[in-house]
């Protein structure tokens, strides 16, 4: 909502150094195929050192218990969603061959913005940790 009640209004504000114009936004290239390393060190460091419970096993939880099966899970990674869920209850799906590759199957190699599936295919869609790669494209390129 925004001051006059209307919807909000999704442009980028002037103020704002980044989305605003006076800087352009920088794109960071994905590293998933080329230092998988990266991601599972980072992983490591969240399991051994993160104070709460690993969000995978919560999402799985409500899917499950809403009955929003089967789940396709686009940006998998290697899979963490699929260790919380029963094995035909999820469909994985990522744009890096690497990661998809050490993700249990089923597996397809798509880009999120063209998911290769017709519109009523899955229960859900899960995408945990992957805005920050696709914010280079609008929401309307999602589909
Ligand atoms: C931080 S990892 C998160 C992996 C997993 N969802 C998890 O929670 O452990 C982000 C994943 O999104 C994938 N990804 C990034 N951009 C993508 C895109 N445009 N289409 C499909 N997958 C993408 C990367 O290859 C990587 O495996």
Redesign the pocket.
């Known amino acids: 909502m925004n001051a006059s009640g209307g919807p909000p209004d999704p442009s980028p504000r002037d103020d704002d150094p980044i989305a605003g114009g006076r800087e352009p936004r920088k794109v960071i290239p994905?590293d998933?195929d080329r230092n998988p390393a990266r991601?599972r060190l980072a992983?490591a460091v969240l399991r051994r050192f993160a104070s709460g419970e690993d969000v995978?096993g919560l999402v799985a939880r409500r899917l499950l218990a809403e009955r929003l099966i089967p789940v396709l899970?686009?940006?998998?990674?290697?899979g963490?969603?699929a260790q919380h869920l029963p094995s035909d209850a999820w469909v994985s799906?990522?744009?890096?061959r690497e990661?998809l590759a050490r993700s249990p199957e089923p597996r397809v190699q798509?880009?999120?913005?063209a998911l290769p599936f017709r519109g009523d295919s899955f229960g859900s869609v899960a995408l945990?940790?992957?805005k920050g790669?696709?914010n280079r494209f609008s929401a309307d390129q999602v589909s």
């Open positions: 994905t998933y991601f992983r995978h899970d686009v940006g998998c990674g290697e963490e969603l799906l990522d744009s890096s990661m798509a880009e999120a913005t945990l940790y992957v790669a696709l």
